[in-house]
């Protein structure tokens, strides 16, 4: 899908600094610092989309600070207007690829990571782009606090089976796995908007939290 270019998205980015970091790196080692609250753990969401997933559980855990990554601009404006519009003030926005986590945050500085709907990458020539490939576990497990967590939500069935075979043979312990995650009505799920249109079609929607060993 093609996505409409926002000239205007520059200028908005810079104005809502309340949310949008300005300059990510700089922030290595005290991101909590930005936060009202800054003893609270730290969550991170890697591919934030238009928000509604970060938005969310901004309101839902006000004792948790979130960090949304988007590099689409086109599309992080939608996410900051959602955050902005939940009236949350544990939520901050970075407009940057994050290719190499290690270059934004320090070692043990992340509680927990998110992957929603992460591009799957298919074709297996393509398997080193995928967010679940071992290379990507190394940065998380960098950046992660011990036994660090992140969860994996998808509609796609081929990268689930990869990623619970990948976070397994990196040593990781598979938590929460779910195979029809609307079926098992979670009361506290907090959907994205892929999540909605694939489950409304009827696409079974797939988690599970991997945690890394000690």
């Known amino acids: 899908m093609r996505l409409r270019n926002k000239p205007w998205a520059d200028d ?11 300059d990510p790196f700089a922030q290595k080692g005290s991101w909590k610092a930005l936060f009202s609250h800054p003893e609270q753990p730290l969550h991170l969401e890697i591919g934030s989309g238009k928000g509604q997933f970060i938005a ?17 601009k086109s599309v992080i404006v939608g996410a900051v207007k959602k955050v902005k519009d939940a009236e949350t003030e544990n939520v901050r926005m970075v ?15 992340v509680d927990h990571i998110y992957l929603n709907f992460s591009d799957p990458w298919p074709k297996t020539k393509h398997e080193k782009r995928r ?18 967590r992140v969860t994996l939500k998808t509609d796609n069935k081929g990268l689930f089976e990869y990623s619970l075979v990948s976070f397994s043979e990196y040593g990781m ?16 799920n907090v959907t994205t908007e892929y999540e909605e249109k694939f489950s409304a079609k009827g696409q079974p929607i797939y988690r599970c939290t991997a945690r890394f060993t000690t």
């Open 95 to 109: 407009n940057e690829n994050a290719k190499d986590l290690t270059d934004l945050f320090e070692h043990n500085e």
């Open 131 to 148: 967010l679940t490939f071992h290379t990507f576990l190394s940065q998380y497990e960098s950046v992660l606090k011990e036994e660090g």
């Open 12 to 22: 908005f980015l810079s104005e809502e600094d309340q949310i949008v970091v300005q």
């Open 173 to 188: 312990i598979l938590e929460d796995v779910s195979v029809d995650l609307h079926a098992d009505e979670d009361p506290l």
């Open 56 to 72: 969310g559980m901004g309101v839902q855990h006000p004792e948790i600070n979130f960090i949304g990554i988007e590099f689409v």
